[in-house]
């Protein structure tokens, strides 16, 4: 069976919101998961998922540090999480808080890792963003995005 791994940093618990609600979506299509906090993450445990899936708040247009650090702790199994599923989700203050930048930086590392992302053509399109507090929109697309990554962890990983 398919395992993803969804991380996040969450300092005032909007992106943890995020993360169980992408959380649903991946179960509702019958995938394992797990959801931990980053700090909780080790390095070493990437290699054990089939997808992973990061979440950060924005903080000046990037990743908490939180979620840098496991990023680039994870250059110790560059060009061994080749072909595993990767996707990104972030919260931010406000509009043009830099919540698409933020996505893409984390895109970006997995990228670079061989990871194959899962782009949307309507809704978010990089991956799930909040304003704040989830609304009904974000929560929408957080639910819509977990089916969508655990559908192709499904076809890639079976």
Do not use: W
């Not at 700090?39 to 089939?50: G, H, S, W």
């Amino acid at each position: 069976m398919a395992k993803i791994l969804i991380c996040y940093y969450s300092r005032s618990g909007n992106t943890k919101k995020m993360a169980y609600l992408i959380q649903k979506g991946v179960m509702e299509e019958d995938v394992e998961v797990d959801t931990k906090e980053v700090k909780d993450v080790r390095v070493d445990d990437l290699k054990d998922y089939d997808g992973i899936i990061v979440g950060s708040p924005t903080y000046y247009g990037g990743p908490a540090a939180q979620v840098k650090d496991l990023l680039d702790k994870s250059i110790k199994y560059h060009g061994k999480l080749q072909d595993k599923v990767g996707g990104a989700f972030s919260s931010s203050a406000n509009v043009g808080g830099g919540n698409e930048t933020t996505v893409l930086s984390i895109l970006q590392s997995l990228l670079i890792h061989g990871m194959v992302v899962c782009g949307d053509s309507s809704g978010d399109h990089y991956g799930p963003v909040s304003i704040e507090e989830p609304n009904a929109r974000a929560e929408k697309n957080c639910i819509r995005y977990g089916k969508r990554v655990a559908k192709l962890t499904k076809q890639l990983h079976g």
